[in-house]
């Protein structure tokens, strides 16, 4: 950590914001507004994660268990964000992966626990996934650790879902 980031965190603090963007600019292919999500969600839990940042309970989602080859999507736009080969038992609680799909996710900083933090949601709606961390296993040492409510599995052999288009 460096002094950039202290300062970041502490001006966070301060300011009574739990959260700085690292790229304003950032449009999502999917542009569809909160208040529309929460229309189509049909899962409490899972708005709350995706569009509002929260975090579902470790230990909690029945995908920690999940074993089976296929593809896992986010649950609001059904962009396929995993392979299945990607997964492992990171020990956190929450489904975790060491890859992502190529272009699927898209990162940011995070500030809300005063220390930064990588923050990934789905490049193409913008949901919350999870944070990604430089602690997991070869080949690449990521451990994208995603809340199991924002997505959906797909075991191999079933079709994916069509992708949401803006409503």
Not at 53 to 81: F, H, I, M
Request: proline share 5%; aromatic share 10%.
């Amino acid at each position: 950590m460096n002094r950039r980031d202290i300062l970041m965190g502490a001006l966070a603090l301060t300011a009574g914001v739990t959260r700085l963007h690292a790229n304003e600019d950032e449009t999502m292919e999917l542009d569809v507004s909160k208040r529309r999500w929460r229309e189509i969600l049909d899962d409490d839990a899972a708005f709350r994660v995706l569009f509002k940042e929260g975090t579902e309970r470790p230990w909690s989602s029945d995908l920690n268990q999940e074993k089976r080859p296929g593809t896992y999507v986010c649950k609001a736009c059904y962009q396929p964000l995993f392979d299945a080969s990607m997964k492992y038992e990171s020990g956190t609680g929450w489904p975790s992966f060491f890859d992502t799909l190529d272009g699927a996710v898209a990162t940011k900083r995070d500030f809300k626990l005063i220390l930064p933090r990588t923050e990934y949601h789905c490049a193409r709606c913008g949901g919350h996934q999870g944070h990604v961390f430089d602690d997991g296993p070869e080949p690449t040492g990521k451990r994208y650790c995603n809340n199991g409510v924002a997505l959906i599995f797909v075991p191999e052999g079933q079709e994916l879902p069509a992708l949401r288009q803006a409503a």
